[in-house]
């Protein structure tokens, strides 16, 4: 049996790291950018930027063998389109239905 405070727990420390992937990636200024070192196995992006197109970052990351990129927003996939498939990401989560559980079926 698992422990519910326990999955809670690592569901909270999954997503504060994967939300401070997206804040450095966020902060960058486009693909010009310098590279985070060590690059991520997968990042957790959101599509509106303040100062970007999440659509042109996850390009940009998922060129040339980039990480995994999963988007996100709190919007639904639909009000989308084609955007997410044809921007390289593996997938998509709306912020309402992200969970760790979520992020983990998308980037295994």
Not at 6 to 16: A, E, H, K, N, S
Not at 20 to 48: I, Y
Not at 62 to 81: F, I, Q
């Amino acid at each position: 049996m698992v422990d519910f405070v326990d999955v809670l727990l690592f569901d909270v420390l999954l997503l504060v790291e994967l939300l401070l992937v997206e804040l450095l990636w966020a902060n960058a200024r486009g693909a010009d950018a310098a590279p985070m070192t060590p690059a991520p196995d997968a990042v957790l992006l959101d599509v509106q930027l303040p100062d970007l197109d999440g659509f042109s970052v996850a390009t940009a990351l998922t060129a040339n063998g980039g990480p995994v990129v999963v988007l996100v927003s709190s919007r639904e996939a639909e009000d989308y389109g084609r955007r997410i498939a044809a921007c390289g990401a593996r997938g998509f989560i709306a912020k309402r239905r992200l969970t760790a559980a979520a992020f983990a079926a998308l980037v295994a």
